[in-house]
């Protein structure tokens, strides 16, 4: 069992950054790929980036690419996603996930558990 609780959210400018953290409980963390989904109002949960349990592999969606980047502290059982040069687009609730196999485009249905999401809002 993973318990995953995100922060970071909040209100930004476009163009600046943010870091979201997602804070994992259950000892088994390190066995998981860890990633990031949003969602935007009206519109269906899209996969963000992706990690493996090693840290060796990350993946991206083409839209944030180049602007996001993923990482990971087994020892502190946090993942993390750090977001420069937002865009009004990137406005979405941001959820955490867990997921058995890292892939380079996760589904809602290759996840394991997932976060309670975190408000990220981007201003013009």
């Known amino acids: 069992q993973v318990q995953l609780v995100e922060s970071g959210g909040g209100l930004v400018q476009s163009g600046g950054s943010l870091r979201l953290s997602c804070a994992a409980s259950g000892r088994t963390f390190s066995r998981y790929a860890m990633g990031w989904f949003r969602q935007a109002p009206g519109l269906e949960r899209e996969f963000v980036a992706a990690i493996s349990w090693s840290t060796i592999s990350t993946y991206y969606a083409d839209s944030v690419k180049g602007r996001f980047t993923i990482s990971r502290d087994n020892v502190k059982n946090t993942v993390y996603l750090q977001m420069n040069s937002l865009k009004p687009e990137d406005t979405a609730v941001y959820y955490c996930?867990?997921?058995?196999?890292?892939?380079?485009?996760?589904?809602?249905?290759?996840?394991?558990?997932w976060g309670k999401g975190t408000l990220v809002t981007v201003s013009s």
């Open positions: 996930a867990a997921a058995g196999v890292v892939a380079s485009s996760w589904s809602v249905y290759d996840i394991n558990y």
